[in-house]
């Protein structure tokens, strides 16, 4: 399984076109698009992808949560996931599993198998399971994460750090591939969304004074997939390769900020003016307030039943709802819609985790970049990006599509791997399966190894919404 974070089919095919990238040539020729889960963001559609399952059941809904009682803001992580993951399921089949850099897995837990999680990772140790591996990765020098703080003001700088993350994703191949002892191996490269956000222009345009630049790193990246393909094809049959994006890529219109929104529209009041504030502190929310977001574009009502200083009553929630999304669906930046869609959360999660879920959530166009800062006043701006996500455009292959997949006729063995790590009970591939979503991806894991995925979330009982004096989270 091969992840290649924020890539869209329509570039991947435009570099392919140009004959200098031929790994990701060979992929592209049989790729197709899917879409993202909603919010387009990584934690989000790699959690759902490595639990099978959407956010109405994994519980993950950006990259923040808000506390309900105290308004503080905390970044996700694994710790926050509601489900088992494939990785769970696999290795309660006596399955095991080998994974690098894979979003929202930090802090690494025991699973059957190794795990170097990815963003939002910052501490080695806590990064990996079992933790012998930090010493063999440290001597390696490797690197959890590239530093994009700089990246608006010196893109070199951030071309550089680019440089080392994809050597440090090639040194843990290296360290953890080789004795094949495992049945799925995770490596994702997250290079491609860092390099989006902030230099799409420079890919895109060969007049930019950066271009040649940005397709060099282009083909170390090209360089790295195609590392593991030679390993891949060197592996005895049966196998499969799934390569996967968590979202799409585009140019950057503008950045749209939710927040400046509301607080227009005389719905969001705090403590302190914007000016006054940080990007990422919600203390000062009043009670005034009726309606706040957080990234990306997640809007909720400030409810007497959810939040400590809520007051908006039962009755008034739906009103103030549809009030909210029509005004949101006739925003409009010179002349153009800036909102796709405009969903509630009954109809987008329906699952048990929909209590802790917004209550719309905003889809953008292509091109929009929506935001939920606590320190601005503007609704459109910029800020040193040129990509934003998108929804639609999700790179996806599969080496082995619906119509080719046939039962293995020995499940119990795997031919790549030492007798001594065989499975106790083995995995059969079951009937075709399509991916429409990024969930999907994760059920056809499951189901290439016979694992049944979840019970669809939908067919499920929601738990009632907690009380007001409840302490639980926001998510």
Request: proline content about 9%; some cysteine.
């Amino acid at each position: 399984m091969l992840g290649l974070d924020g890539l869209p089919l329509s570039l991947a095919r435009t570099l392919a076109a140009t004959g200098r990238f031929p790994a990701l040539a060979r992929l592209t020729e049989k790729a197709r698009a899917i879409r993202a889960e909603l919010p387009e963001l990584s934690p989000v559609n790699w959690t759902s992808f490595f639990t099978a399952t959407g956010p109405e059941e994994h519980g993950i809904f950006g990259f923040t949560r808000i506390h309900a009682r105290t308004y503080e803001m905390a970044l996700c992580s694994l710790e926050h996931v509601q489900t088992p993951t494939i990785f769970d399921r696999l290795g309660a089949a006596g399955l095991t599993a080998r994974v690098v850099n894979l979003p929202n897995t930090y802090p690494a837990r025991p699973l059957r198998g190794m795990m170097v999680s990815g963003f939002v990772a910052h501490d080695l140790s806590r990064a990996v399971f079992p933790p012998m591996l930090a010493g063999a990765l440290r001597q390696r020098g490797y690197l959890l994460e590239a530093d994009t703080t700089r990246a608006a003001d010196n893109p070199l700088a951030l071309l550089e750090e680019l440089r080392k993350t994809l050597a440090s994703r090639r040194a843990a191949l290296d360290l953890l591939w080789p004795d094949l002892a495992w049945n799925l191996f995770v490596l994702v490269l997250t290079e491609t969304d860092r390099l989006f956000h902030f230099l799409f222009d420079a890919v895109n345009d060969p007049a930019h004074a950066l271009h040649q630049q940005c397709l060099s790193l282009l083909m170390e990246w090209d360089s790295t997939i195609a590392a593991l393909l030679e390993r891949f094809d060197a592996l005895p049959d049966p196998k499969r390769l799934i390569v996967l994006a968590d979202h799409g890529f585009t140019h950057l219109i503008t950045e749209v900020d939710l927040n400046a929104f509301l607080r227009a529209e005389g719905l969001l009041h705090t403590a302190l003016p914007p000016e006054a504030s940080d990007e990422l502190d919600a203390s000062g929310i009043l009670p005034s307030t009726r309606a706040f977001a957080l990234d990306p574009g997640r809007i909720y009502l400030h409810t007497a039943a959810r939040f400590a200083r809520g007051q908006v009553s039962a009755d008034n929630a739906a009103p103030l709802r549809e009030r909210i999304r029509q005004a949101l669906l006739s925003l409009r930046h010179n002349g153009t819609p800036v909102l796709a869609a405009v969903h509630d959360a009954a109809s987008l999660y329906p699952g048990p985790m929909q209590p802790f879920a917004p209550d719309l959530v905003c889809e953008p166009n292509p091109g929009f970049d929506l935001k939920a800062k606590f320190n601005r006043r503007d609704v459109f701006s910029l800020h040193g990006r040129t990509g934003t996500h998108t929804v639609h455009d999700v790179f996806f292959y599969d080496s082995t599509p619906p119509d080719m997949q046939q039962p293995n006729s020995e499940p119990n063995m795997r031919p790549n791997m030492r007798p001594d790590m065989q499975p106790d009970s083995g995995p059969t591939f079951g009937p075709a399966m399509q991916a429409e979503r990024v969930r999907d991806v994760g059920r056809l894991v499951l189901h290439h190894f016979g694992l049944a995925a979840a019970e669809p979330a939908a067919e499920k009982t929601a738990p009632a919404a907690p009380a007001p004096s409840s302490p639980a989270t926001v998510r």
